[in-house]
């Protein structure tokens, strides 16, 4: 009963270097989505997908990629990390559109605690 | 960019009083969620409101969504140490592709023995 799996679930990161992380869902879901926590400022969405092989920019993509090739996966890389990358990252899934009478519920993985030095 | 104010950003009460936190916007949302978040996980579903003035009640907990469907409350009566956490609102709005979420700044609420 594993839902969103995150790994790492923590990192720490040195200024410019790169990674990756991994989201798993095991839910058949289409939409996948990545967000950044930082405090007193909620969860903003990095980048969504909303099937394999697709991605698209959320409220702040600038220094992140994303890829979908398979649809349990959606992997968020940073290609020159930088100090303000420093954050909690989310990866949530669900499984169609929201809106009106049929609103769709996201589910959350455990996150990841990320440091840039 | 939309944005969804929470009031309070802290919470600190004792067990068996009640309290309320707000969420509101300039826009309007076509439903909107509320989750809890403990620490080191990420956030839960509570529940979803989805038409103007619904009240839904979850146990000791009463949500409600707005008139216009541009705010919402949480009322937690007589609060348990268990309900400790922080609370994200969340509107979802209409969108051409994915369910999209505008998450609140959020409230910790510490409730004490």
């Known amino acids: 009963n594993a839902g969103v799996t995150q790994t790492p679930k923590f990192r720490v990161l040195k200024t410019g270097q790169s990674m990756t992380l991994l989201c798993a869902q095991d839910m058949n879901h289409e939409y996948m989505y990545w967000y950044r926590q930082d405090p007193g400022m909620g969860l903003r969405l990095i980048h969504y997908s909303v099937g394999e092989g697709t991605t698209a920019k959320g409220e702040v993509p600038d220094g992140y990629n994303v890829s979908r090739l398979k649809k349990q996966n959606f992997l968020l890389g940073l290609e020159s990390a930088a100090p303000s990358q420093t954050s909690v990252y989310f990866c949530?899934?669900?499984?169609?559109?929201?809106?009106?009478?049929?609103?769709?519920?996201?589910?959350f993985g455990a996150g990841t605690r990320l440091s840039v030095l | 960019t939309q944005l969804l104010e929470q009031s309070p950003q802290f919470l600190s009460i004792q067990e068996g009083e009640n309290l309320t936190v707000y969420c509101n916007s300039s826009?309007?949302?076509?439903?909107l969620q509320w989750y809890r978040q403990e620490p080191g996980e990420g956030p839960v579903l509570l529940v979803t409101?989805?038409?103007?003035?619904e009240v839904k009640k979850l146990k000791r907990l009463t949500f409600q969504f707005g008139d216009a469907r541009k705010d919402s409350s949480l009322h937690i009566t007589a609060a348990q140490p268990g309900d400790t956490g922080l609370y994200l609102c969340a509107g979802a709005v209409l969108t051409g592709g994915g369910n999209k979420l505008t998450f609140g700044t959020g409230t910790q609420l510490k409730v004490e023995l």
């Open positions: 949530a899934s669900s499984s169609g559109l929201a809106g009106g009478l049929r609103p769709n519920i996201q589910y």
């Open positions: 409101v989805v038409t103007g003035g």
């Open positions: 826009s309007v949302f076509s439903s």
